[in-house]
């Protein structure tokens, strides 16, 4: 650290370095009623006392009030669900818990740590992981015995609640259910949650039990409302425990904004090579440390890149990637060399976010803005859990969003967490819980007797009525004497995707060994295994050879290249439908239901360490359709008739790329969740089949450009129309944005890079005040030009 602060490169780049003091604790003595076997435990391991968050966890649990703890890592969460949890079921022989991870990793990983507790504790008490990968004969233990069942959200969706009669045991005993990192139940995967939780409520009361429910959570803006949201009461109903009673140690926080290499255009050094040299000098000094990367293809170019600085100095094997995709044997044996000390420095994806035991970290490097400032934080706190201190790292890349960060670090390192957004009652999501729910038990719906008509989740008793009779009317349900029944052939479960929309995992096989080497999403496939790809696995280059699409499998062979490929991706949107509409100045401001059509259309290659272009391929795929809602604002022609529709079109561009970042801070959501596109909102909606028409085009006379910002998860959950709602400001936040930008014609970090011979900059402004309606357009074309 104190290298990087001497350094003539690295000491000019920091735009923040600010130290985090450390935090003393504040503890309560164990619970008198504390059952004997735990208090041993506990004090075998030197805990005399709990901090001050667990006693009242303790508390309010034993009371039987839903509540959530929404502290920082490493302050000790996992003990606010375990001893009232061990409590009650050392207690009652009869009664039994269920605990719910987003992931399979996270439930295997604390299964063993819960193992140690119960052991040392002397209870008696049985846990079981029950996922996917849990044998036939372990499967039945756990429906028969199991005391405590760990397992994830999917496997209790498709495996546990539409066989629930066969659960009966867990059931009629059942008296909490544990919520951990419930800040990732945001978006799709957030609204399917709370309808999985609704399903499990109604199912409990079937068999007599009304439950507890015990939530952790990071960091977030909005953690009893989001609590309340998911469990589907109302936010006094749950208990907020958001003050730490642990002790917490010092962290230095650096934001780095990697040195402009262009000044012309903008660009800036790259922030991936950027964060290896950081990361390098790190591990060089021995400083364990964890380096996060935004996806996939970032993970292993930086895998690669930090092999090769390293070569000869540290062995190849303390440097290893985790990240989505790996076989789990693979991510099992990575989590157990972190945890040993093996492996000195590792390079992760979000998965490594949540709270998997990986040992003692004393650093950790950020390779770009993660997309919300509670997900930087809780990478930030992945380091120094058993330390007396460590070193947190932003860099910084050329995006939007990095850049507004990098030139007020304040606006980042000062500003409170996001809030976490989910529509429970998103039409396209509730039916298909509906039907599961159908499926699990009848649905009581009498208009004779309205007092016994039943609701769901977030739905009313009339409207829960109304989608079943959509539903009877498409002959899954028969409605008779009041009572809604399950009748179709199909096993409804079984078809919702609760983290997309439905499409199924591709299996990639290695021809030259015949095995499988990892497996991937659907949507990725598209981008990263069409043919001719370069698939990075675990710092080899592998090319795709074939991509079966009907049965997904993509078989790959190993190649010795200097370049990596990425994919060029097309987008078309379409309205299907306009919710609601206004004047904005000249322009029209509207939000709807849209259509997203996004193809693959070629990729380009990518030298490595250099990253020129090498080349280009092509690529044909089928098409990917997303049905969403969208905010759109239409230009009329008279706007740009003075500089000709492509200035018009360019201009329009680069005011879209900045009002999408500036709607992301506003809405404090993370980049990911918002689309952009440039278009015609009267091109016609795609057909049944997905294929855009081909109708011949309209005349250019009659083409009014169109800026979409559209909700990227499939239904929308809800940050389009807010959009909507305040869209003046918003544009008037991104003139400003524009016009503070230190560049001259355009860069990464506004409105896009641009030829000085097109100052798209000084074009996207007068566009914007266009659009806008300030009458003052001259004294800002003096200003721009001054």
């Known amino acids: 650290m104190q290298g990087w602060l001497r350094s003539g490169y690295v000491k000019p780049c920091l735009a923040a370095d600010r130290a985090v003091p450390p935090a003393t604790g504040r503890f309560s003595a164990l619970p008198p009623k504390l059952h004997e076997g735990l208090a041993r435990a506990l004090a075998d391991r030197g805990v005399t006392e709990l901090y001050a968050h667990q006693a009242e966890a303790f508390e309010l649990a034993s009371s039987g009030k839903h509540f959530v703890v929404a502290t920082p890592t490493a302050s000790g969460k996992s003990l606010c669900f375990h001893l009232p949890v061990l409590q009650a079921l050392a207690r009652d022989r009869d009664a039994r818990a269920l605990y719910l991870y987003p992931t399979k990793a996270l439930a295997r990983d604390q299964e063993a740590s819960l193992g140690e507790l119960i052991a040392a504790a002397d209870i008696g008490v049985s846990r079981i992981v029950y996922d996917g990968d849990t044998p036939g004969d372990a499967r039945r233990r756990a429906r028969d015995q199991g005391a405590i069942i760990m397992t994830n959200p999917d496997m209790l969706s498709a495996g546990i609640l539409p066989h629930h009669p066969r659960w009966a045991r867990l059931f009629q005993g059942l008296k909490f259910v544990v919520l951990d990192e419930v800040h990732t139940y945001r978006g799709v995967f957030g609204s399917h949650m709370a309808n999985v939780l609704s399903r499990l409520v109604r199912v409990a009361r079937f068999h007599g039990q009304d439950l507890t429910f015990l939530c952790a959570t990071a960091t977030i803006g909005n953690p009893r409302e989001h609590a309340a949201r998911l469990l589907g009461v109302m936010p006094d109903e749950v208990a907020l425990l958001d003050r730490s009673g642990a002790p917490s140690s010092g962290r230095r926080v650096f934001v780095f904004n990697p040195p402009v290499v262009n000044a012309e255009l903008g660009i800036r050094a790259s922030y991936l090579k950027s964060a290896v040299m950081l990361a390098s000098d790190l591990i060089e000094k021995k400083v364990p440390t964890i380096v996060f990367g935004s996806s996939r293809n970032a ?9 090769d600085r390293l070569a000869g100095t540290i062995d190849e094997g303390t440097v290893m990637a985790y990240r989505g ?14 945890r040993d000390g093996r492996v000195l420095g590792v390079v992760a994806t979000s998965a490594l976010e949540l709270g998997i035991d990986i040992g003692a970290l004393d650093a950790v490097v950020c390779a770009g803005y993660p997309g919300s400032i509670a997900a930087m934080w809780q990478r930030f706190g992945r380091a120094g859990r058993r330390s007396g201190g460590s070193i947190a790292v932003l860099v910084t890349s050329s995006a939007p969003v990095d850049q507004y960060f990098a030139r007020d670090p304040e606006a980042l390192l000062g500003a409170p967490a996001e809030e976490a957004r989910i529509d429970p009652g998103n039409v396209e999501i509730v039916l298909q819980h509906l039907k599961c729910a159908a499926f699990e038990l009848p649905f009581v719906s009498s208009e004779e007797n309205p007092q016994s008509a039943e609701h769901y989740g977030s739905l009313n008793a009339d409207d829960t009525r109304g989608a079943l009779r959509f539903l009877g009317r498409h002959g899954v349900v028969h409605e008779t004497a009041g009572r809604f029944h399950w009748s179709a052939d199909a096993y409804p479960a079984n078809h919702v995707s609760l983290r997309s929309v439905g499409w199924d995992n591709f299996v990639i096989v290695d021809r030259a060994m015949g095995r499988v080497i990892a497996e991937l999403d659907w949507r990725s496939t598209h981008t990263m295994l069409h043919e001719q790809a370069i698939y990075q696995h675990e710092a080899e280059q592998y090319q795709v050879e074939a991509l079966d699409f009907e049965n997904h499998k993509a078989y790959v062979r190993k190649v010795d290249v200097d370049y990596f490929t990425t994919a060029m991706l ?36 990518i030298k490595f360490h250099t990253h020129e272009n090498a080349g280009y391929g092509d690529v044909r795929l089928p098409d990917m359709q997303m049905h969403t809602t969208s905010f759109w604002i239409t230009v009329p022609r008279t706007l740009f008739s003075d500089i000709g529709r492509a200035s018009a079109i360019d201009a329009l561009s680069g005011v879209g790329r900045a009002l999408e970042i500036v709607a992301t801070i506003g809405l404090m959501c993370e980049p990911r969740d918002i689309g952009q596109a440039i278009g015609d909102k009267h091109a016609p909606p795609p057909g049944v089949s997905g294929i855009v028409s081909k109708r011949a085009p309209a005349p250019i006379v009659e083409f009014d450009p169109t800026l979409f910002l559209f909700d990227h998860v499939p239904g929308g959950v809800g940050l389009a129309e807010r ?8 544009l008037g936040q991104t003139r400003l ?9 355009g860069c990464p970090a506004c409105v ?35």
């Open 299 to 307: 993970v292993e170019i930086m895998l690669k890149y930090l092999r």
């Open 325 to 338: 995709g790996y076989l789990p044997e693979t991510r099992r044996q990575i989590e157990r060399d972190l």
């Open 570 to 605: 097309n987008r078309v949107v379409s309205v299907i439908d306009e919710s609601a509409s206004r004047e904005g100045g000249p322009c029209t401001l509207s939000w709807g239901e849209v259509s997203v059509i996004e193809k693959v259309v070629g990729y380009k290659k």
């Open 723 to 730: 959009i909507y709602e305040i869209a003046d400001k918003l």
């Open 737 to 745: 944005m524009i016009a503070a930008c230190p560049c001259e014609s």
């Open 752 to 786: 896009g890079p641009a030829d000085a011979d097109a100052p798209r900059k000084t074009t996207a402004l007068l566009m914007l005040s266009r659009m806008i309606g300030d009458k003052n357009v001259s004294s800002l074309r003096r200003l721009i030009a001054g």
